[in-house]
C-alpha cells in the first residue's frame, strides 16, 4: 500500500482485491441496504457485500459517488446494485426508499445505517444549528431508517438484521460531542430495541470503529490526521475493510445469535486512547510536549 492509502484510505483496486475471510456466497440471495454507502466506509461495505453475492442498495445525500460505486460493483463485481439519492434526515425520503426497495427486491434482509457525520470544535462554540444538525442526522436520521425497516419486518412476519456504525463513545470523543451524544443514543436505542424486537426475529448490533484510513480524513489536516493513529494501543489506523469484515459477520447467518452488541474495531482505543479532533489544549499537553498532539483540524465528516 502506498503512503496516500495508507493515510487516506483502500482505493478501488483494494477494494475489489481484498482478501475476505467469507466465502463467497456467504450472502448470496440476500438484499442489503447501506446508507452513505457511496464512500468511505458504506462503499467498502457495499462492494464486499457485493462480492459476497448479496444484492446491495446504496444511498446518500449526492448521487455521483452512488453512481460511482454502483458502476466499480456493476464492472469490478459483476453484482447487482440500486441507487436512491436522499436524506435519512427527512421520514418521507426514508419511507419512499424503502417503498422502493421492497417494491423492487420484495423486501430486505440487512440494513447497514453508516450514513452520519459531524464537525470538529470546541462544544462551547456549537452553534444550535450545527449541533441539531449532528443529532437530527445521526441519531434521528438512523432512527427512521431502523423504525420503518423494523415496522416492514414485523408486517410481513419476516426476519430482520440491523447493523449501526456508530462512534467509539467510551471514553467520550473530545471536540466532537454533538456525535458522542447522538451515537450514545444509537447505541442504547440499539440495546432496547434488540430486546423488544426479539420476539419478531429481528436483532440489532453495533459497530464502533476507531482511527480507521479513509478518504474522510481529508476533511482534517494532514498533521491530524496522520497522529490519530497513534490513540490505540496497536500503534496504527485500520482501514475500511476491517469495518466491511465486521459487517460482513454480523450481516450473515455466523451471528445469529448476537444481538444488542457494539463491536469495537479500534485496535484497543477503548481502552486506551486520546483524540484531539480540534488540536489538543495546552492544558493537556503540559508535562507530555507538544508531540502529543494531534494539530489542528479544519472542515468535517460527511454523511
Not at 503512503?3 to 482478501?19: I, K, M, R, V
Not at 470544535?121 to 450545527?130: A, E, H, I, T
Amino acid at each position: 500500500m502506498n503512503q496516500e492509502n495508507e493515510l487516506y484510505g483502500l482505493d478501488d483496486a483494494d477494494l475489489l482485491s481484498c482478501p475476505t475471510a467469507y466465502q463467497h456466497n456467504l450472502l448470496a440471495g440476500k438484499t442489503a441496504l447501506i446508507s452513505g454507502g457511496g464512500t468511505g466506509i458504506g462503499r467498502a461495505v457495499a462492494i464486499l457485500y457485493a462480492r459476497l453475492g448479496a444484492h446491495v442498495v446504496i444511498c446518500g445525500r449526492r448521487d455521483e459517488p452512488l453512481q460511482e460505486t454502483a458502476a466499480l460493483i456493476r464492472d469490478g463485481v459483476g453484482g447487482g446494485v440500486t441507487t436512491q439519492a436522499m436524506s435519512i434526515r427527512e421520514p418521507e425520503e426514508v419511507q419512499a426508499l424503502m417503498d422502493r426497495v421492497w417494491a423492487e427486491r420484495g423486501g430486505l434482509d440487512v440494513l447497514v445505517n453508516n450514513a452520519g457525520g459531524q464537525f470538529a470544535q470546541n462544544p462551547m462554540d456549537y452553534s444550535v444549528k450545527g449541533w441539531k444538525a449532528v443529532i437530527d442526522t445521526n441519531l434521528n436520521g438512523t432512527w427512521y431508517m431502523m423504525q420503518n425497516a423494523a415496522q416492514r419486518w414485523r408486517d410481513a412476519s419476516a426476519p430482520g438484521n440491523i447493523i449501526n456504525i456508530v462512534v467509539n463513545i467510551h471514553r467520550g470523543t473530545l471536540q466532537t460531542t454533538h456525535s458522542a451524544a447522538a451515537r450514545a443514543g444509537v447505541v442504547y436505542l440499539s440495546k432496547s430495541v434488540a430486546v423488544e424486537w426479539a420476539p419478531l426475529n429481528i436483532r440489532v448490533n453495533c459497530i464502533s470503529p476507531g482511527a480507521i484510513a479513509s478518504n474522510g480524513l481529508r476533511n482534517y489536516s494532514r498533521e491530524a490526521a496522520e497522529q490519530f493513529k497513534y490513540a490505540n494501543p496497536m500503534r496504527r489506523a485500520g482501514d475500511v475493510w476491517d469495518i466491511a469484515e465486521a459487517c460482513a459477520y454480523l450481516g450473515s447467518s455466523a451471528s445469529e445469535f448476537v444481538t444488542g452488541e457494539t463491536l469495537a474495531v479500534d485496535g484497543g482505543y477503548q481502552m486506551m486512547g486520546e483524540i484531539w479532533a480540534a488540536g489538543e489544549p495546552d492544558y493537556f499537553r503540559q508535562g507530555r510536549g507538544a508531540a502529543c498532539s494531534v494539530g489542528e483540524v479544519s472542515g468535517a465528516k460527511s454523511e
